[in-house]
């Protein structure tokens, strides 16, 4: 069992940075795998970002490759979303999540945080 509570959404201007913070409770947080997802108003939540629990490679959606990048501090318990050069399509609502099986690859996850808010202006 995880706990997941992600940090750091907030509004920016089109072009502007912001860095997104998942902390997970529990002791085991470095053999879970970490995506991040989002989810736009009226559309459906979709794959952003995943990292194995071995932190030795990740996998982006062709949206964000460039832009944004994954990394985890295990020995912070977090996972972390440095999105830059962002654009207006990039509003959504960001959620973590984790999962302690399976192919890191897959969508499917077993844990999933509250979700933080990420608003770009043109």
């Known amino acids: 069992q995880v706990e997941l509570v992600e940090s750091g959404g907030g509004l920016v201007q089109a072009g502007g940075s912001l860095r997104l913070s998942c902390a997970a409770s529990?002791?085991?947080?470095?053999?879970?795998?970490m995506g991040w997802f989002r989810q736009a108003p009226g559309k459906d939540r979709e794959f952003v970002a995943a990292?194995?629990?071995?932190?030795?490679?990740?996998y982006y959606t062709d949206s964000v490759k460039g832009r944004f990048t994954i990394s985890r501090d295990n020995a912070k318990n977090t996972v972390y979303l440095q999105m830059s050069n962002l654009k207006p399509e990039d509003t959504a609502v960001y959620y973590c999540?984790?999962?302690?099986?399976?192919?890191?690859?897959?969508?499917?996850?077993?844990?999933w945080g509250q979700g933080t808010q990420v608003t770009v202006s043109s």
């Open positions: 999540a984790a999962k302690a099986d399976g192919n890191w690859l897959s969508r499917n996850y077993d844990y």
């Open positions: 529990g002791r085991t947080f470095s053999v879970y795998h």
């Open positions: 990292m194995p629990w071995t932190g030795d490679s990740t």
